[in-house]
C-alpha cells in the first residue's frame, strides 16, 4: 500500500513541520545533554599514551598527568586541528601535539611552543583548548562535559565497590542504537518477562506488580517492585526455592545516565543479592557506550564469576537487538513518548522523559539541527567547558549550539490521513 509521505505533519518544538518538498525536516533530531558527568572509559584503559573517546558527537583526548591523575581535552588542535590522542604524553605531564608538538597541560594552557625562539613565551592567547573536570571512580574515568559545574548532580554512591562482601565482574559493548532507546530496552518493566524470561509471578506473570515512582532529591528515582519469580535455571537455582517472594528495586541517577538494579536471587532475609549498574553515554546520535558493573553477595568465589558474567550479559545482550532495531534511529524530540500507551506500563520512562525536560529548560540539551548544519559548513564545535565560564574570550572554536533556557518542546501528532 502506498503512503502519501507528504500528508504526514509532525508537530515538534512548537512549530508544524511537514516532510513536503521544500520544507526542513527536524524530526531526526535526538536529544544530547550537556553539564552532566558520563563515563568515557575504563580506569584500567588508560595508561601512559593518549587515548581517544568519542562522547555527545565531539571528540575527546584523555591522558594522564604526572601525577598519574587521569585528564581530559577536547581532541582537536587550536593550532591546526590536529588530533591530540596521536601525540604523546609528556614527563611534566599535559600532552605534546603531533603536528607541530605544541604542549598542552591538563587545565588545556599551552605550556610550549617549540619552534618559538622563546618556546614558552609569547604563548598566543588563543593557544588553549577546552579542559573537562575528570574524577576516577568505581573503575571509570567520569568526565564533566559541561561549563556549569555547579549545577551537576555529583557522582552517586556505589557502596558495593570494593567491599569485601561483594563480588563483581564488568562488562563494555557499544550499542548501535540511540542511548534513550538504549534506556528504554534496559528501563521497562512489561519487557523482563517477554525479552528476558523474567517473570513476575502471580496469576498473569507478565503483568508487573503495581509500583510507584519515587523521586529523589538527587533529581534521580526509583521504583520497587515485589514478584515472584522462577529462577531460571543453573547453579543459581539452589539460591532459593521458587516461588518465594522477591524485592527488586531499580534507581535511576543523572550522573552516568545510570541505572541501578537490585534484586533479592535469594529467599528472604538470605541477604543474597545481584546488583548491577549500567552507565551509558553516548557516543553520537546512534551509537551508545555501555558499561556494566555487575554485583553480588553470594557465591563470591573467583570461579563463580564466569557464570554471573554470563547470567548478566544474556539479558545485555537480548537488550541490544531491541534497541538496535528500533526506529526511528533516532529519538524525536518531543515532551513525552510513546504516543500510544498501555495500562501500567510506562511509569520509568515517564520519569526518564520528565528528567531530559528538565535538562532541557535548564538550556543543557544540544540543538543537533543548528549543530549539523554548522558541521556540513566545515565549523568544528566543542562541548564548553567550565573555564569559558571565567573568560569566554581567545577560543578557536566556538560551542556547540544548545537549545535556549525554558523553551519547550511539543507534543507529536497523530499522522494525519492523504
Ligand atoms: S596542529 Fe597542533 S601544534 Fe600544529
Ligand atoms: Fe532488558
Not at 532507546?181 to 517473570?199: E, N, R, S
Not at 539452589?238 to 522477591?246: A, H, N, W
Request: aromatic share 10%.
Amino acid at each position: 500500500m502506498h503512503t502519501e509521505l507528504s500528508s504526514v505533519v509532525l508537530r515538534l518544538e512548537g512549530t508544524e513541520l511537514s516532510n513536503a518538498p521544500g520544507t526542513i525536516r527536524r524530526n531526526k533530531t535526538a536529544m544530547m545533554y550537556t553539564n552532566i558527568w558520563y563515563v568515557a572509559e575504563r580506569q584500567e584503559n588508560l595508561k601512559n599514551t593518549p587515548l581517544p573517546v568519542r562522547m555527545l558527537g565531539r571528540d575527546f583526548v584523555l591522558f594522564r598527568d604526572q601525577d598519574g591523575n587521569a585528564a581530559c581535552l577536547s581532541n582537536v588542535c587550536p593550532h591546526r586541528g590536529a588530533s591530540l590522542a596521536q601525540g604523546q604524553c609528556r614527563d611534566e605531564g599535559g600532552v605534546a601535539c603531533p603536528f607541530h608538538a605544541w604542549h598542552f597541560d591538563r587545565d588545556g594552557n599551552c605550556t610550549k611552543i617549540p619552534s618559538q625562539k622563546d618556546p614558552t613565551g609569547d604563548i598566543p592567547p588563543e593557544a588553549k583548548i577546552d579542559a573537562y573536570p575528570t574524577q576516577e571512580k568505581y573503575g571509570y574515568i567520569w568526565v564533566f562535559l559541561g561549563d556549569d559545574l555547579d549545577a551537576a548532580t555529583p557522582i552517586f554512591d556505589m557502596p558495593e565497590y570494593d567491599n569485601p562482601e561483594w563480588r563483581a565482574v564488568t562488562h563494555s559493548v557499544v550499542f548501535n542504537a540511540n542511548q534513550h532507546w538504549t534506556k528504554m530496552a534496559d528501563m521497562d518493566h512489561v519487557h523482563l518477562p517477554i525479552v528476558h524470561g523474567i517473570g513476575f509471578g502471580g496469576e498473569n506473570p507478565i503483568r508487573p506488580p503495581d509500583h510507584t515512582v519515587v523521586y529523589r532529591d538527587d533529581g534521580g528515582y526509583e521504583v520497587e517492585i515485589r514478584g515472584k519469580p522462577d529462577i531460571t535455571k543453573g547453579e543459581w537455582k539452589k539460591l532459593r526455592s521458587d516461588r518465594t517472594e522477591v524485592t527488586s528495586k531499580l534507581k535511576y541517577f543523572i550522573p552516568g545516565f545510570t541505572s541501578r538494579g537490585k534484586t533479592l536471587i535469594g529467599g528472604p532475609g538470605s541477604g543474597h543479592y545481584n546488583c548491577w549498574y549500567q552507565m551509558m553515554t553516548p557516543i553520537d546520535d546512534e551509537t551508545t557506550q555501555l558499561h556494566f558493573t555487575f554485583h553480588r553477595s553470594f557465591m563470591t568465589e573467583p570461579e563463580n564469576d564466569a557464570e554471573h558474567l554470563k547470567r548478566n550479559l544474556r539479558n545485555v545482550y537480548q537488550d541490544k537487538d531491541i534497541a538496535e532495531a528500533i526506529m526511528p534511529k533516532r529519538t524525536p524530540d518531543v515532551a513525552d513518548w510513546p504516543p500510544v500507551r498501555a495500562e501500567l506500563e510506562d511509569k520509568m520512562m515517564d520519569a526518564y522523559w520528565q528528567v531530559l525536560q528538565q535538562f532541557r529548560a535548564k538550556g543543557w540539551q544540544i540543538d543537533r539541527v543548528q549543530m549539523e548544519a554548522l558541521d556540513l559548513r566545515g565549523e568544528y564545535r566543542v562541548i564548553p567547558s567550565p573555564a569559558r565560564k571565567q573568560n569566554p574570550n581567545d577560543w578557536v572554536f566556538d560551542v556547540v549550539p544548545r537549545i535556549a533556557p525554558g523553551q519547550s518542546a511539543g507534543k507529536p501528532k497523530q499522522s494525519e490521513a492523504a
